[in-house]
């Protein structure tokens, strides 16, 4: 995939997500308030600080897409890392405060001293939910297909909000009922599963500022494709590292000794061709040509 299409991608997803949460806060704020749930305007103000996330989203995925310079000749990308790594320490930030403000009401019993909800305010929680689901399959879906870490934690940050506005719903159909307690126990569940996706999102960014390799399927199927193209006798080395969100390749293949350097060249830049057209995440791929000689053992059994 080309940078453009990459920044084109994720900008527009952004775009779209930011508009959509200060519509949803607004209307939130709007229902809490008249609606009488504490919880549904806390939820107004967390759907308002992903509007901040995505901007940082926004800045990671505009910096990773500029092109090589002198100071950086093998490009960007993992500034669009870095934005990642922000986002999960902001997402796990909001998984401890939402956990915390649930075992609190429930140790000092502050949870007694709700006021009892408008269907206004059961009303918003539901369309929230909707609305923030349908926004984290919308920014997951790109992320995937762009291969972003920065647009999939901002994807997480949505559902965190969808689980939040499930706490919201919770303490309102509780609040009706009289079981106000319902509110602060679904608070410290959602924690649970926000600081869950929150470690992931690291993780995933941190694997890719590392250059860590490639996972066994993905190498499969270069040196399947390597194989397969014409001249190459066989593969005597082969690496792989993630670079942000692309992949950069270094292959060794073996072909007849006994071929003028322009045919080998050829047979090189056949395959670096087709590494390249048939997997848009691969940035580069540096093929070097070996002799083949059936004595020699190959080299990958070495590593």
């Not at 087709?274 to 093929?287: A, D, G, M």
Request: with cysteine.
């Amino acid at each position: 995939m080309q940078s453009k299409d990459f920044e084109k991608t994720a900008v527009r997803v952004s775009i779209v997500t930011i508009l959509i949460n200060v519509a949803l806060s607004v209307f939130k704020l709007f229902a809490g308030i008249f609606g009488k749930s504490y919880a549904l305007i806390s939820d107004a103000i967390h759907s308002a600080s992903d509007v901040f996330s995505t901007i940082i989203v926004l800045l990671g995925v505009k910096i990773s897409s500029k092109k090589a310079d002198k100071n950086h000749p093998f490009g960007h990308e993992r500034f669009e890392c870095v934005a990642a790594i922000l986002l999960a320490v902001v997402l796990f930030a909001t998984g401890v405060g939402i956990g915390y403000s649930g075992i609190s009401n429930i140790v000092t019993g502050e949870y007694n001293n709700f006021a009892i909800p408008g269907i206004i305010a059961l009303v918003a929680a539901a369309v929230s939910i909707v609305v923030k689901e349908g926004m984290f399959w919308y920014t997951y879906i790109a992320a995937k297909k762009i291969n972003s870490s920065a647009l999939k934690a901002d994807a997480w940050h949505h559902r965190s909000d969808a689980l939040s506005s499930i706490g919201s719903l919770v303490g309102v159909i509780g609040g009706l009922c009289g079981v106000k307690i319902l509110d602060s126990i679904a608070c410290i569940l959602i924690c649970l599963l926000i600081l869950k996706a929150s470690i992931q999102i690291f993780f995933d960014a941190i694997k890719k500022m590392t250059d860590e390799a490639c996972d066994e399927k993905t190498e499969s199927e270069f040196r399947e494709l390597i194989s397969s193209c014409e001249g190459v006798i066989r593969i005597d080395k082969m690496l792989t590292r993630q670079f942000g969100n692309r992949i950069y390749v270094i292959a060794e293949i073996a072909c007849d000794g006994d071929l003028p350097l322009y045919k080998a060249h050829s047979i090189a830049e056949n395959v670096h061709k087709s590494i390249e057209q048939s997997f848009p995440l691969v940035k580069h791929i540096t093929v070097h040509v070996n002799p083949y000689s059936p004595d020699t053992n190959d080299i990958d059994d070495d590593i």
